[in-house]
């Protein structure tokens, strides 16, 4: 899931819900990317809202790291680290563009090592790829535009777009799996 | 904006009539854009996978692809006239890449007409001043058409107006990687210092260094698919993308005047810089 244009505009809570519906719904790897770095920046505050949703989603009202209101509505501790969370962490990654093409040069320089006539698509493959690319891609932002996602692992995946990730609602999300589901890849000419 | 030539010594009418060039040049193309359109606000490059002919020809019950994609090439060379008259400088279209899946006498068919497209529009394409420059791995490719690319693009190398770049059995990784060995060559040779590669260094080694301008502004995919397959993997890391649901067929240009629309609504901005 790439976060264009809402860099500057991140509601972690959006951004917890979508991780945990991936999580409800098997999808094993999430990447996460917002080309300022904010997400990475907010990485504990991410897990502590990942954590929150967790036990919640867990059944688990005696979390030690939360605590009732008078509402009812349990909310975490101040100081919480992860814990019930780790099954929701586990093939998460957060990126930024440091992680797109300058990351990517600097792998290339690993190569010069090798003989040039030896470098091909599949050495390049395993100095720089990923464990899978991603088969599909969200963007949310109002600019249909990559903003420096890391340019190798795109070759086939299939590219989403919706105008926001605040205020997302689980049946968007679905529908936009759903759509993915539908898509059929026609290699060649 | 382009500035003209020095006529005088005197700096400060070199920049007046500079100005006055460049503004009669946007009133030319501002009278002949579409209502909607600004000059200012016009991508330089233009990027185009063209997608959807056989599944135009299986909706409409046609058996022979050949002339879908006749007609394709038609679509295409008007989208490119409109980009000349608009003064657009560079146009990627995304011809074909050779797949170990796809069906040996599809692309030997789409090949031969690729010739021939080659052969009958050149004198077309030198009137309206048109470069013609051939990216991807050419060495596969049949040695006529080799030739005739060659010939091509001898012919249309002095040309000033728009730069076409045809990507014909090109990959984004493909040239990714050319780039890398070409890299690596120069560096095992020492004209080149490991110190001193960075990503502008990288990008002057892609087959797109070519062009102008090498990175699309706009990327434009017809029949509904939303995907890159493959095209340009580096060169789209700030491309703003526009996905019609028309087939190639079907993109009319009310169509892509809706992708330019499109384009010149979104604010730009490159990745936070």
């Given at each position: 899931?790439?976060f264009?244009?809402?860099?500057?505009?991140?509601?972690?809570n959006?951004?917890t819900?979508?991780?945990?519906?991936?999580?409800?719904?098997?999808?094993?790897?999430i990447?996460?990317?917002?080309?300022?770095?904010?997400l990475?920046?907010?990485?504990?505050?991410?897990?502590?809202c990942?954590d929150?949703k967790?036990?919640?989603?867990?059944?688990?009202?005696?979390?030690?790291?939360?605590?009732?209101?008078?509402?009812?509505?349990t909310r975490?501790?101040?100081?919480g680290?992860?814990s019930?969370?780790?099954?929701?962490?586990k093939?998460?990654?957060?990126?930024?563009?440091?992680?797109?093409?300058?990351?990517?040069?600097?792998d290339?320089?690993?190569?010069?090592?090798?003989?040039?006539?030896r470098?091909?698509?599949?050495?390049?493959?395993?100095?720089?790829?990923?464990?899978?690319d991603?088969?599909?891609l969200?963007?949310f932002?109002?600019?249909?535009c990559?903003?420096g996602f890391p340019?190798?692992?795109?070759?086939?995946?299939?590219?989403?777009?919706?105008?926001s990730?605040?205020?997302?609602?689980?049946?968007?999300?679905?529908?936009?799996?759903e759509?993915?589901s539908?898509?059929?890849?026609r290699?060649?000419? | 904006m382009?500035c003209?030539e020095?006529?005088?010594g005197?700096?400060r009418?070199e920049?007046?009539?500079?100005?006055?060039?460049?503004?009669?040049k946007?009133?030319?193309?501002?009278?002949?854009?579409?209502?909607g359109?600004?000059?200012e606000?016009?991508?330089?490059?233009?990027?185009?996978?063209l997608d959807?002919n056989?599944?135009w020809?299986?909706?409409?019950g046609?058996?022979?692809?050949?002339?879908?994609?006749r007609?394709g090439g038609?679509?295409?060379?008007e989208?490119?006239?409109?980009?000349?008259?608009w003064r657009i400088?560079?146009?990627s279209?995304?011809?074909f890449?050779f797949?170990?899946?796809?069906?040996?006498?599809?692309?030997d068919?789409?090949m031969?007409?690729?010739?021939?497209v080659?052969?009958?529009d050149?004198?077309?394409?030198?009137?309206?001043?048109?470069?013609?420059?051939?990216?991807?791995d050419?060495?596969k490719?049949?040695?006529s058409?080799?030739e005739?690319?060659?010939?091509?693009?001898?012919?249309t190398?002095g040309?000033m107006?728009?730069h076409?770049?045809?990507a014909?059995?090109?990959?984004?990784?493909?040239?990714?990687?050319?780039?890398?060995?070409?890299?690596?060559?120069?560096?095992?040779d020492?004209?080149l210092q490991?110190?001193?590669?960075n990503?502008t260094?990288?990008?002057k080694?892609?087959?797109t260094?070519?062009?102008?301008?090498?990175?699309?502004?706009?990327l434009?995919?017809?029949?509904g698919?939303q995907?890159?397959?493959?095209f340009?993997?580096?060169?789209?890391?700030?491309?703003?993308?526009?996905?019609?649901?028309?087939?190639?067929?079907?993109?009319?240009?009310e169509?892509?005047?809706?992708?330019?629309?499109?384009f010149q609504?979104r604010e730009?901005r490159y990745?936070?810089?």
């Open positions: 899931m790439a264009t244009n809402e860099s500057h505009n991140l509601d972690l959006a951004v819900d979508l991780i945990c519906w991936c999580k409800q719904l098997g999808i094993k790897y990447t996460l990317y917002d080309d300022l770095g904010k990475k920046g907010n990485q504990k505050d991410l897990f502590r990942l929150y967790a036990s919640l989603l867990d059944g688990n009202n005696n979390h030690p790291l939360t605590k009732t209101n008078g509402n009812g509505y975490p501790r101040a100081n680290t992860p019930e969370s780790i099954n929701y962490i093939g998460l990654t957060i990126l930024s563009k440091q992680e797109g093409r300058q990351k990517f040069v600097r290339i320089k690993n190569l010069l090592t090798v003989e040039p006539d470098i091909d698509i599949e050495l390049v493959q395993k100095h720089i790829g990923w464990t899978s991603p088969e599909m969200v963007t932002g109002t600019k249909q990559l903003f340019p190798w692992q795109l070759r086939l995946t299939e590219i989403f777009s919706l105008p990730h605040r205020n997302i609602t689980y049946k968007t999300f679905i529908d936009c799996l759509k993915y539908r898509t059929t890849q290699l060649g000419a | 382009c003209s020095s006529i005088a005197d700096g009418r920049t007046f009539f500079a100005n006055e060039l460049s503004l009669v946007a009133v030319q193309i501002q009278e002949t854009l579409p209502r359109l600004k000059p606000l016009l991508p330089n490059h233009i990027a185009i996978i959807g056989r599944r020809a299986n909706e409409k046609f058996k022979e692809l050949l002339p879908n994609h007609n038609r679509v295409i060379k989208i490119v006239f409109l980009c000349c008259k400088k560079v146009v279209i995304f011809a890449w797949d170990p899946n796809a069906i040996f006498e599809q692309v068919a789409l031969c007409l690729f010739e021939e080659m052969q009958n050149l004198e077309e394409f030198m009137g309206y001043n048109v470069q013609i420059s051939f990216i991807g050419k060495s490719l049949p040695k058409l080799q005739l690319i060659a010939t091509v693009e001898n012919s190398r040309n107006g728009l076409l770049m045809i014909i059995n090109y990959g984004g990784r493909y040239d990714v990687m050319q780039a890398s060995r070409s890299i690596a060559s120069k560096v095992k020492g004209s490991v110190e001193d590669i990503e260094l990288f990008e080694e892609l087959e260094n070519c062009a102008e301008f090498p990175n699309p502004d706009l434009i995919r017809t029949s698919e995907r890159i397959s493959n340009y993997l580096w060169q789209l890391a700030n491309t703003e993308v526009f996905f019609s649901v028309k087939k190639l067929l079907d993109f009319e240009e169509d892509f005047i809706e992708a330019l629309i499109s609504k730009r990745g936070g810089n």
